[in-house]
């Protein structure tokens, strides 16, 4: 079962269309921006560091009619993110493995912990880099995503009888998404640290007592 929400923005949830090579660019600059900062990358520096010329990379990025590397970088880890979460939320449900809240944790710690460039990458974009005003309206998009996958979780939940009717999904799925969030931004996104272990324990404790205090409070 695809854990669907209607009215995500198309341009989020399609595939972008990129050549290999365009790919292994936005790959590098994924790596590179882990390595040294998002904030500290240059055209120049990726080429250096990919042993290209400068000029191949803008013919595939910023070339005119060609969107810019940044804007790529931002849909392609957004559409990444998703994929990984649907297919792993599928099999979940599928082996009979589904748990409510504490699984779609997991499984996003998990996106960070395999792919832990893009997951820095869609820390910085989404949650870190929220007053950059050129970049605002990916992160004012992907935001409500977000939480509308959660309160999707939630009603899945219910419908197992994971949890009991809840009211309000759309304020506590908001809570929950905080605590996700926070816990992330606080463990550094790093799946070295030790606090990353204990950021999704406690994102996935905390979440679960918010859904019970709201069960209580609204029955």
């Not at 990358?41 to 560091?49: D, I, R, S, Y």
């Not at 400068?54 to 931002?74: E, N, Q, T, V």
């Not at 997991?106 to 974009?125: M, N, Q, S, T, V």
């Amino acid at each position: 079962m695809v854990i669907e929400v209607p009215h995500y923005k198309r341009e989020y949830v399609e595939q972008v269309v990129l050549t290999e090579r365009q790919i292994a660019i936005i790959e590098a600059y994924l790596k590179l921006s882990e390595k040294i900062g998002v904030a500290n990358v240059t055209l120049q520096k990726l080429a250096e560091e990919m042993g290209a010329s400068l000029g191949s990379i803008h013919y595939h990025f910023g070339a005119k009619g060609r969107p810019s590397l940044l804007d790529s970088a931002i849909k392609h880890v957004s559409q990444e993110s998703i994929k990984y979460i649907n297919y792993h939320m599928d099999r979940a449900l599928a082996e009979g493995r589904f748990s409510g809240v504490g699984t779609y944790i997991g499984i996003l710690y998990d996106f960070c912990r395999a792919f832990p460039h893009h997951g820095k990458f869609w820390l910085y974009f989404y949650y870190l880099a929220i007053f950059d005003s050129k970049h605002r309206h990916e992160n004012q998009a992907y935001l409500p995503l977000m939480r509308s996958r959660i309160e999707q979780v939630l009603v899945l939940g219910m419908g197992k009888g994971i949890y009991p009717p809840l009211k309000k999904l759309d304020e506590l799925s908001e809570k929950i998404h905080f605590q996700i969030i926070g816990a992330l931004v606080i463990s550094g996104g790093d799946e070295t640290d030790q606090r990353y272990i204990r950021a999704q324990e406690r994102a996935i404790e905390t979440s679960e007592f918010i859904i019970g205090a709201h069960a209580e409070s609204e029955q």
